[in-house]
């Protein structure tokens, strides 16, 4: 029975961390109603049975930044003055309970504080810091115990109902996965505004664990996109003895001498994906891109080259128009801020400038175009088009790439297909 509750505690509390789109949503799941007919026990023997067992309570709350000890007690389910008392009075253990760290502990079925536990990672060395503080014979400890973290693959998926910081928070993807994310299909995507509603994203990941939850999410191992009918895959390979980089399983390069947006990808401007340009819906239209954002946004190159113009240039307000190299330019229009001079290099996703509203706008958003030998091109579509000058696979690594890139294969599919019976068990 112990045993029991302490799991499904756990279960309630560090279990979150687990990725949940693994399991289909349980709501959504058929009920069936089973009635058994239990003999009761008298009384008297009932009560005893239940004196006779004690257990403990395992709960876990986050640490705020406004918590007193008494407060974060209370959040645990603990009220033990003499617990309170040792923390309060341990400066050294007080200041290890900073904002942002989960506290895990475990109480007697009387709330009385039996052991206490903080995890954090303090450097690159692959070991976090684990604080431990127990009541033994009626009286408490700390201590600080040097652990290894545990490397893990993390699987994931999710289908897109709105931008991508939405549809990684649903499946339970941590941003710095996210931010990966954006940055490989970064070439192939425009996620402030390519994405599509049932758009399908899968992920595998590594994540480094302390005491079996995830401290820190690694690199993306790979990954597979579905957007507007495209499939998009991608894979971590890394030759002996060169640099790594993302493959798609046909083992050619993902890198992009064009990013498909030059608006950051961040947060802030993941929620105003799909957002339409209330003048003009498409570039064809006005022979522009125009991403709504706020004052301020980071704006960045989407290719290396030269600064062939920083400045104010009539109806485009504040400018930047840089120069690629074969007759390609780009154009950057509205900006709050200029952050490059003319004249100067730029290298692919350096920020340039920032959002505004100068010359001709009817609010902040950035106004951005595509020149090839002055003709305005569809930017997405020449991001496209300009093939990776990335790594190349030497034949010599391909039986390896292969082996590789089968066993992944299997496992988003894995991801993808329970994305697909959580679509159909909330269809029904
Ligand atoms: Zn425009």
């Known amino acids: 029975m112990t045993a029991l509750i302490a799991a499904l505690l756990l279960g ?67 009220n033990d003055p003499e617990a309170a008392g040792f923390l309060r009075q341990n400066t050294e253990v007080r200041a290890l309970l900073v904002a942002g760290r989960t506290v895990s502990a475990e109480a007697t079925d009387g709330r009385n504080l039996i052991s206490l536990r903080a995890r954090w990672v303090a450097d690159d060395s692959g070991n976090f810091k684990r604080l431990v503080v127990e009541r033994q014979n009626g009286l408490f400890t700390a201590r600080i115990e040097n652990v290894p973290l545990v490397p893990s693959l993390r699987v994931a998926s999710g289908v897109v109902r709105s931008s991508l910081f939405a549809t990684a928070d649903e499946a339970g993807i941590p941003d710095q996965v996210t931010l990966q994310l954006a940055e490989i299909f970064g070439g192939d995507i425009d996620f402030h505004r390519g994405l599509r509603k049932g758009d399908r994203i899968s992920v595998v990941y590594e994540a480094l664990e302390a005491d079996g939850e995830p401290l820190r999410p690694g690199r993306v191992v790979s990954a597979e996109f579905v957007n507007n009918g495209r499939n998009l895959e991608a894979m971590w390979f890394q030759e002996p003895g060169k640099r790594g980089g993302y493959f798609n399983f046909r083992g050619e390069s993902l890198e992009r001498a064009f990013l498909a947006s030059p608006m950051e990808f961040s947060r802030v401007t993941s929620g105003f994906s799909m957002r339409l340009h209330p003048i003009h819906n498409t570039w064809r239209a006005h022979k522009g891109t125009d991403y709504g954002a706020p004052t301020g946004t980071p704006v960045r190159t989407v290719a290396d080259g030269k600064v062939e113009f920083a400045g104010v ?88 790439f292969e082996r590789a890139s089968r066993a992944l294969r299997s496992q988003l599919a894995a991801a993808a297909a329970v994305v697909t019976q959580v679509a159909v068990a909330t269809a029904r």
């Open 313 to 400: 240039m009539g109806g485009y307000g504040n400018v930047v128009q840089i120069a690629h190299g074969k007759g390609d330019t780009t154009l950057y229009a509205h900006l709050s801020r200029i952050d490059v001079r003319q004249g100067g290099s730029v290298e692919r996703g350096q920020r340039i400038g920032a959002v505004g509203s100068t010359g001709w706008s009817t609010g902040p958003h950035l106004h951005f175009e595509f020149r090839e030998n002055g003709v305005h091109r569809d930017p997405l579509e020449v991001a496209r088009a300009r093939a990776g000058q990335g790594v190349v696979l030497a034949a010599a690594a391909r039986p390896d």
């Open 12 to 78: 309630g509390g560090g279990g979150a961390f687990a990725v949940a789109s693994l399991g289909p949503d349980a709501s959504a799941l058929p009920v069936r109603q089973v009635v058994e007919f239990v003999e009761p026990l008298p009384l008297q023997a009932q009560s005893e049975a239940l004196d006779a067992h004690t257990f403990s309570v395992f709960t876990s709350a986050g640490v705020r930044q406004t918590d007193t000890i008494e407060a974060l007690l209370s959040r645990l389910g603990i």
